[in-house]
């Protein structure tokens, strides 16, 4: 036997100095493919930032009448006293509303939020509230509400097609996937009985995948929605920890800004294994239509939209592997969040309990089409498919990276996070920047097409 390796063995040295040029170019032209390939999923940082927090300091904003007449001269700045209404409250409001999905049972944490929002913004402003329920508000609810606000309100029930599983799920493989990834019975026996933990928060819960496909495709055609523009979503017991000296809906119409974000994480991948192979999926066939829709010429000479590839972490597999075993793979849907070529998902998001965003962008025909695609998979009931990435998703492909905003001078809490404004941004902040701190790796790795490098 161990004449035998050693004789396998000097075979492969054979080889090897025989064809150890040939050798070496292949190795060569490996890595330069490598390198070539994981370049193309490195962002082009632009020479200025393209989107700079709306207030500039604490508590100083773009003065409304700063500029010049022809309107080219840089807009001043002002001040805005403690309990002074802002200037931008002066103007006439945007067609806008603040939304909330609530039920009865949420009634303290409904009517502590907006009590924070008006404390904040809303009691200079006073946009009307939208309360959306699947059920129907009783009239307890209801006086909490308007107890705690200073502008209009309306209480509707969602319709039942918006709430309920589609025809085209097979309910029984639903039921058995929540169960499965979430805290059912027989999935809870089966893993004590292993010695396991439980998988995944509200995964059994038939109402949250119902909650996260409303979110995701049809909060924007409710009746009580239909004639507004724009819309700030907000939810049960969060809090607003900054003084918000200005008017983001009017900043976002004036910064030509479509989708507005706090916080920016990761997702738990394993919720939603097959979101973005079905969405990839999806780009790859309508890839023109995507960047049509955003612009197609400030993207010529980009190979993928910008917030597309910063949402992406290129594989280190040659090129043998990409092209041939990995399509293999993806057809067969053995890869786990990953697209045709093997590259993945960083699972970065933003975090949309929190979103400020054009309704006429979730209206258009690229995003109904979107979503659309995403709902005939069923990955809503066989898997916990949320809103977050999935508008995500779809404002990183159909949207130009300086049409986002983070708003990172608002102080924001939806436990267990938050976003504490720093660097001197927010005005009159009451929250401590080391609670519920989110690592900024996510926002720092969605902000580099707009962000120069420092």
Request: with cysteine; proline share 6%; hydrophobic share 40%.
């Amino acid at each position: 036997m161990a004449l035998m390796t050693t004789a396998f063995l000097r075979r492969i040295l054979y080889w090897l100095r025989r064809y150890r040029l040939l050798i070496l170019i292949v190795i060569l032209l490996t890595l330069l493919d490598i390198l070539h390939h994981t370049r193309q999923y490195s962002v082009t940082r632009p020479k200025e930032n393209l989107d700079p927090p709306f207030s500039s300091g604490q508590c100083v904003i773009p003065s409304p009448n700063g500029a010049g007449a022809d309107n080219t001269q840089p807009m001043g700045e002002l001040t805005v006293p403690r309990n002074q209404a802002p200037p931008d409250a002066r103007e006439e409001r945007e067609n806008a509303a603040i939304v909330m999905l609530a039920r009865n049972s949420d009634m303290k944490g409904a009517a502590q939020a907006v009590k924070s929002l008006e404390k904040k913004f809303n009691k200079w402003f006073h946009y009307p509230y939208v309360f959306l329920n699947d059920g129907t508000f009783t009239m307890e609810f209801q006086k909490a509400i308007r107890k705690e606000i200073s502008s209009s309100v309306v209480f509707r029930t969602i319709p039942a097609h918006m709430w309920t599983m589609p025809s085209w799920v097979n309910k029984e493989k639903a039921y058995k996937h929540m169960d499965e990834m979430g805290w059912g019975a027989a999935a809870a026996a089966r893993k004590r009985k292993k010695g396991g933990a439980l998988a995944f928060e509200y995964a059994a819960q038939e109402s949250y995948h119902h909650m996260c496909r409303f979110q995701s495709g049809f909060f924007y055609d409710v009746d009580a929605l239909k004639d507004y523009r724009w819309y700030w979503r907000i939810e049960p017991d969060v809090e607003f920890t900054c003084d918000i000296p200005y008017d983001p809906f009017r900043q976002m119409v004036a910064h030509n800004k479509t989708y507005g974000y706090t916080v920016a994480l990761w997702e738990v991948g394993s919720t939603a294994p097959s979101l973005f192979r079905t969405v990839s999926n999806y780009y790859s066939k309508h890839r023109r239509e995507m960047l049509m829709y955003q612009d197609p010429a400030s993207h010529a000479r980009e190979s993928h939209p910008l917030s597309w590839t910063a949402m992406h972490d290129a594989t280190w597999a040659p090129w043998p592997v990409r092209k041939l075993l990995m399509p293999w793979f993806f057809r067969r849907s053995l890869f786990h969040s990953r697209n045709s070529g093997g590259d993945v998902w960083n699972f970065c998001h933003f975090w949309s309990n929190f979103e400020v965003a054009d309704l006429e962008f979730f209206r258009s025909r690229q995003y109904r089409e979107f979503f659309e695609y995403l709902d005939k998979s069923g990955g809503f009931y066989y898997e916990r498919w949320g809103d977050a990435p999935v508008h995500s998703l779809a404002a990183s492909l159909m949207l130009r990276p300086e049409q986002l905003h983070h708003f990172s001078d608002i102080g924001y809490y939806h436990p267990p996070f938050q976003n504490c404004p720093v660097d001197g941004r927010g005005c009159r902040c009451d929250c401590d920047v080391r609670v519920g701190r989110v690592p900024d790796v996510c926002v720092k790795r969605l902000r580099e097409a707009v962000e120069p490098e420092l």
